[in-house]
């Protein structure tokens, strides 16, 4: 039988794969415009393909808990913002 902390890195493995396929689709649709150019401009200035990827999907997960939390719809313009800032992450919602 899986123990406990198996089924927590499944779900925080999954929980990033997902993530990370959502900033693609962005990237590829182009919606947001924030997420291209934010991944070209990340890319310009030297940063691997993977951890722009884990960058975006942290801004990603971030707004994604504040929905949870605050009961809201997906903030767009906040979530743009905080993308084009990249690479400094933004600050954890409370």
Same mark, same amino acid.
């Given at each position: ?16 794969t997902?993530? +990370?396929?959502? *900033? ?6 182009? &919606?947001?415009?924030?997420?291209? #150019?934010?991944?070209?401009? !990340?890319?310009l ?11 975006m ?6 707004? +994604?808990?504040a *929905? ?6 997906? &903030?767009?313009?906040?979530?743009? #913002?905080?993308?084009?800032? !990249?690479?400094?992450?933004p600050?954890?919602?409370?």
């Amino acid at each position: 039988m899986s123990e406990p902390n198996d089924i927590d890195n499944d779900e925080e493995e999954f929980t990033e794969t997902t993530l +990370i396929e959502a *900033i693609e689709n962005q990237i590829e649709s182009d &919606n947001p415009p924030a997420a291209k #150019a934010t991944f070209n401009k !990340l890319t310009l200035v030297g940063y691997e393909r993977e951890e722009i990827l884990n960058l975006m999907a942290h801004v990603l997960a971030v707004e +994604i808990d504040a *929905i949870l939390e605050e009961d809201r719809a997906f &903030n767009t313009e906040w979530y743009e #913002a905080a993308l084009r800032a !990249l690479p400094e992450l933004p600050p954890e919602k409370k």
